[in-house]
């Protein structure tokens, strides 16, 4: 039978075995009763003793090695709060497959926002062995920041941004009329985005054509439900679609973000020279500006 008889289990049954096993690994040991934060093989013997087919602590250890369970580090991870979360990813890839069919008539595009700053940020860069080290120049001037808001097309890779000092309701609505510009012939844009209050701001909302929200944003209780009077309603083919709350992962543009940093934020030179780095800013996005499958296949909607 072999230390504990890990022989027990035919090969016809060792995958439904894998699965009970790593069901219960996953799952916390209080749960069980097992007063620890992490398994042990001898709390796995005790707790599965019903069904596995082993006795012994050797028995288990080879019966996990034949199965492929590992004792592996683990690593941190974070999950989404929101209850809707399937119904809104479902949401996000029927607009994507439609994007995708019809791409004539419908365009799909994640959004987002990034903050930079005059101050370089610190990276690795080749420098002589030894104590020295590579020194980022600082400006004696304030940290000064730059906005930029910014929509890929989840198809294409096409780019379309714009630079500001801050993301005011005004630069929102300039954007998206910049983001109409770029797709004239579109019967319908689905702003993929995440929940930040300010994207569903009444004057914003004002510019776009009727939205409907499956799941409503949680607005500010102090602000109206209309927009100011002399917002122009200009009925921009424009429906913005909701991520789920508190999941950065889904947004793919947030890797078009770590792509400028390491390309043109770590270590820049140009901290006395702020209208020089917002120019270097606008030429990485620039090469983006009729589509990269290059972008697409970074940030993870292309296979490698």
Known sequence: MGAGGSQHFPPQAEPEARERLLHTVRK???????????????DLLEVCSDWLSVSTVAGLWKLLK??????????????SPDTNYDAKMDLVYECLSRAREEPDDFVAVYIDEHTFYR???LGPVYEACGSGQAKAALSHKSNTSGRIVAAMNAITGQVTYRQA?????????????DLRAGYPHAKQIYAIQDNWP???HPDV?????????????????TWSSDPRPNIKHLNLPIQIVCLPTYAFWTNPIEKLWRWLNQEVIYMHRFSHAWDKLK???SAFLDQFAYGSSDLLRYVGLLPN
């Open 28 to 42: 916390p040991p209080e749960l069980a009763g097992v007063q620890r934060s992490r398994w042990r093989l001898q």
């Open 66 to 79: 034949r199965l492929a369970i590992r004792y592996k580090r683990g690593r941190h991870t974070i999950q």
């Open 119 to 121: 101050q370089p940020l």
């Open 165 to 177: 000092s801050k993301t005011t309701l005004a630069q929102l609505r300039k954007f998206y009329g």
């Open 279 to 281: 120019t270097a800013i």
């Open 205 to 221: 909302l004002a510019i776009l054509q009727t939205q409907h929200f499956p799941f409503p944003p949680k607005m500010p209780a």
């Open 198 to 200: 300010v994207h569903f």
